[in-house]
């Protein structure tokens, strides 16, 4: 009777677990409870993506619980830690990691924040109106700000940048970068004047600044208002 207890409890757990997360998976790659059990542990200093890349040497080493429990702690430790590529690529990822928490602390992040309410109705959240913000004086750096902003690095490759966009959320659970809102935010670069040198020129052969605030103003207004547009239309 002792013993069923915790094996009812256990079951019980299951079930609740069952009903509450149906179908749920995981990214290791495991093919007994044992492989499981050593790749969540090692998943708590990495990825799991780089946890798959150590696991089959582990475990063609020490395939059972009992050869891992009588292998010196040291050649353990040796063949669990990531080396080579793996330990650079994580190195880098924390750098990138750290590198965009620092953008969400900073001027620009709570920039972003602030004006966010502002882009809300085109789909954007803070991490694109900040990009937008660093936009301004010149566009082609908002690629280089979006991929530090979403941990990937200034010069992510254009399969992980569009990974980490893809996989974007709003605080709600939608995705942020939809067909509609991606449609928007084009027009919006097509339209807007996001150009310091170009608004330069203008105060300079007008002598005036007159009329590159007015070219800003409105070039931004008709940018917004067609972003608005699409992404009401298409959401509706």
């Not at 010196?72 to 040796?78: C, F, G, S």
């Not at 005036?208 to 959401?235: D, E, K, N, V």
Request: with cysteine; aromatic share 10%.
């Amino acid at each position: 009777m002792a013993r069923s207890a915790p094996r009812a409890k256990a079951v019980a757990i299951l079930d609740a677990l069952e009903r509450h997360h149906p179908n749920a998976d995981t990214e290791l790659v495991f093919q007994t409870p044992f492989e499981l059990l050593v790749a969540t542990v090692l998943s708590a200093q990495s990825t799991d993506v780089r946890v798959n890349e150590v696991t089959p040497v582990l475990f063609a080493r020490f395939p059972t619980p009992a050869a891992l429990a009588a292998a010196p702690a040291a050649e353990v430790e040796a063949r669990a830690s990531l080396t080579g590529p793996a330990l650079e690529q994580r190195l880098a990822d924390i750098g990138n990691e750290a590198a965009a928490d620092h953008i969400a602390q900073s001027w620009l992040g709570r920039a972003g924040h602030w004006v966010e309410p502002a882009f809300r109705p085109l789909g954007w959240d803070w991490k694109v109106s900040a990009a937008v913000i660093a936009g301004f004086p010149a566009r082609e750096v908002v690629v280089a700000v979006l991929g530090t902003i979403y941990a990937v690095g200034e010069e992510a490759d254009e399969q992980t940048l569009a990974g980490r966009l893809t996989a974007a959320q709003h605080p709600d659970g939608s995705p942020v970068f939809t067909l509609p809102m991606v449609l928007g935010l084009l027009l919006f670069y097509a339209w807007c004047l996001q150009c310091a040198a170009t608004l330069a020129v203008i105060r300079r052969e007008t002598n005036s600044w007159r009329w590159p605030l007015f070219a800003w103003c409105y070039m931004t207004a008709l940018g917004y208002g067609g972003a608005l547009l699409i992404y009401q239309l298409g959401t509706a």
